[in-house]
């Protein structure tokens, strides 16, 4: 691309532009054609730099399509497109406008949160703000009600895409568990729009679909889903997300006048921060998941374990966190790689097993700065602008090669790009 900076922010708005559909806006052209939930309220951030109400309706949008229960659907079917496997005949969740049955990282309180305190004329969104707030805060309540039954203070996912590191070598002992006897056939779509090599496998496939058959034979019944799956983790990197987004909407509630929500999620917060604690490993010098099932901490170094920071995690876990991507960046020429290089498991290019993803990059630069971990955030932060720059504004990245791998023109790393270069620690001559 280029090291300019008003051209690089010219094509990374080109790029939200083109993938904007009026009301919400698609990842990238071809492989994913509807409105994902995580990558919304990431590209929001990147809207607000040019657009402040469309930052505001991509993530309105969203949460009209909230279920009753208060679940947020990680994918919102908005217009057919036969070009995405598996489409809503797949899901089956019978809704006015077909969703997913499953969540994914709830990132939207830090999000609009984020977006209030940029806001140049807050009375003017202050009534948008509170409506949403109540309804995130709603999503954070099925959370805890739904995927905590044992009120444990951390969430588990129940399936891979929930994650959103639908591949992570994490995953690879608990995955074992999940049958594959009875999955339709079905034929794949993401291959043909990118890399094979860069994309999860048919055996990975195979089970993400069998677990939306179960849970499809549930009546996707939200009470007994968490107990009815043969895959339940506790990821340090999801439940931190959560923790952020907790913290942000009981600041923002307080701010709104909304005391009874900056309560209930002050309490969640101090709750879910004790027990992040359960997943520490001092052998690893970073947090692990858990497979709830087997009530046993997964022995591998993935970036979820890292990405906790985005949370208001203890001081000297932040700076354990800090030395550990120092460590990681000298085996990787670009911060940080979703899975330790070391790892035998470890395959720069495939998807969540090696790959650098800007919107991770993003949130543990934001967690490394709130800790004063100068040195190392802006490390991360020039990484990310470098990879951009040579190679444009891709899915994810090699961290060896930097190649842009996965989709092309990439929303939410366009939105990313707008946010580091206000990231960016100012140069004092
Ligand atoms: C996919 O289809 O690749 C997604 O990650 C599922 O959300």
Redesign the pocket.
């Known amino acids: 691309m280029t090291n300019n900076k008003d051209e690089t922010i010219a094509a990374a708005i080109a790029v939200l532009r083109q993938n904007d559909r009026g009301h919400y806006t698609v990842p990238t052209h071809g492989l ?1 054609p509807f409105q ?1 939930n995580w990558d919304s309220c990431l590209s929001a951030l990147g809207q607000s730099h040019y657009d402040e109400d469309r930052a505001w309706t991509e993530i309105e949008t969203l949460f009209e399509h909230q279920w009753e229960d208060g679940m947020v659907p ?2 919102v079917f908005h217009e057919p497109d036969d070009g ?1 496997f598996p489409g809503p005949d797949v899901w089956q969740t019978h809704r006015p406008v077909p969703t997913s049955g499953i969540t994914q990282p709830a990132v939207a309180g830090f999000a609009i949160r984020r977006l209030y305190d940029r806001s140049p004329d807050k009375s003017k969104i202050a009534t948008r703000a509170t409506t949403l707030l109540s309804k995130v805060n709603r999503w954070h309540e099925w959370f805890y009600r739904c995927r905590d039954p044992k009120e444990t203070g951390l969430v588990a996912i129940i399936h891979p ?1 929930e994650a ?1 590191r ?1 591949n992570s070598v994490d995953w690879d002992v608990a995955f074992e568990e999940v049958p594959t006897e009875g999955v339709m056939p079905f034929t794949r779509r ?1 291959t043909t729009h990118a890399n094979p090599e860069h994309r999860p496998t048919q055996a990975q496939y195979e089970r993400y679909i069998w677990l939306i058959q179960h849970f499809r034979n549930l009546g996707w019944d939200n009470t007994q889903l968490h107990d009815a799956s043969p895959f339940q983790i506790v990821d340090p990197g999801f439940n931190g997300i959560l923790l952020r987004s907790c913290s942000d909407i009981a600041d923002l509630a307080a701010e709104l006048g909304e005391q009874s929500i900056s309560k209930s999620s002050a309490a969640i917060v101090e709750k879910g921060l004790d027990a992040m604690e359960s997943l520490w490993s001092d052998e690893f010098n970073q947090y692990l998941c858990m497979d709830r099932r087997r009530s046993e901490l997964i022995q591998s170094p993935s970036i979820a374990g890292l990405l906790a920071i985005f949370a208001y995690i203890r001081q000297d876990r932040g700076k354990c966190i800090a030395a550990r991507i120092s460590d990681l960046g000298t085996r990787a020429t670009y911060l940080v790689p979703s899975h330790d290089p070391a790892a035998p498991e470890f395959d720069g290019s495939r998807y969540w097993r090696g790959p650098v993803w800007l919107i991770v990059n993003y949130m543990i630069a934001d967690g490394l700065q709130r800790i004063k971990e100068h040195t190392t955030a802006d490390a991360i932060v020039r990484s990310s602008l470098e990879l951009i720059a040579h190679n444009g504004l891709a899915e994810y990245y090699d961290p060896h090669t930097g190649a842009g791998c996965g989709g092309a023109q990439f929303t939410w790393t366009a939105a990313m790009v707008l946010e580091f270069l206000q990231m960016q620690t100012p140069k004092t001559e």
Do not use: L
Request: negative net charge.
């Open positions: 994913y994902w990680h994918i995405y895409w959103g639908d993401d």
